[in-house]
Structures are given as C-alpha cells and as structure tokens.
C-alpha cells in the first residue's frame, strides 16, 4: 500500500511539488505533508527516506478504468491501464484464442471434413468468450470497489 505515515515537514519546499506543508487533522499539532487529491507517496519512501518520492505518485482514475474495461476489457485495457499486467494479459491471450477456435471451426464447419473437430473447436471458441466475459466482469469489480488500488498500491480516485 502507498506510505501511510505522516510526512514531517517545515514548509513547503520539504513536501515537493504535490504537496502542502501544515497542520491537518484534529489534534495535530505538528506540520506534515499533505499530498493533493490525485496524488500519493509510494511505499518506498518509508525504506528510502528519499524527499523526491513524497507525493510522487499519481493516482489511477476509477473512471477511465471503468471506461477502458467496458469498451476494450476484452483485450485487458483496464487491467493494463491500473498496471495489472497478468491480469490484462489473460483475457487478451483468451481473446486470441476465441479468435482463432472461431475461425477454425469455420473452416473446419466449410470443409466438412469432420463434424466433431468442428462442434470441438465451436466449443472452445464458447468456452473462451466465457472465462473471457468472466474476466471482465470480475475487473469491473474490482476497480469499482472500495479496495481498488494499483499494482504500486496506490489507492485509485
């Protein structure tokens, strides 16, 4: 997940380009960086202390996943765009194959050489565009929900 400690700071040239340097919550009595909205500080920072990583991240949009997912979920845009790369390259290998057991089945179905190899290949064309589907709804949760974060474990916005 993004760092979630508080950031001590002095002013704002501490907190870099993204962020705000004062006192935020109730009780609080200490300055700390604030990042804007769109913006968060990686986890690494709590290892490597490094000033330019505060606020360095900026967080993916819920809205264009969601868009990306519904209009291209079949090639794994969505998952792509949050950094997801396995879970994008699934549905686009399943796409892949859902193309070429259809067009199989075509020929196989135009030659007549074999009614089974052709109701087979029909079948797995099915079975693909499925665990496809599958895949793209399950994506449309999980960028929908709550819990959605980015392979860096940034939240979403």
Not at 135 to 156: K, M, P
Request: glycine content about 10%; overall charge negative.
């Amino acid at each position: 997940m993004e760092g979630e400690e508080e950031i001590p700071c002095t002013d704002n040239m501490d907190c870099g380009d993204f962020a705000t340097c004062g006192v935020f919550g109730v009780g609080h009595t200490g300055t700390i960086c604030k990042c804007d909205e769109r913006r968060a500080t990686p986890l690494s920072y709590n290892t490597t202390r490094d000033a330019a990583e505060i606020c360095s991240k900026e967080r993916k949009d819920k809205t264009t996943a969601i868009i990306l997912t519904v209009i291209f979920g079949e090639v794994g845009a969505g998952s792509f765009y949050m950094g997801w790369t396995l879970w994008a390259i699934i549905p686009f290998m399943l796409c892949i194959g859902l193309c070429l057991f259809g067009c199989l089945s075509a020929c196989i179905k135009k030659s007549e050489k074999s009614v089974a190899c052709g109701v087979l290949t029909g079948c797995m064309a099915l079975l693909s565009s499925c665990a496809c589907s599958g895949l793209v709804i399950a994506t449309l949760i999980f960028v929908s929900g709550s819990q959605c974060v980015s392979r860096e474990g940034i939240a979403c916005v």
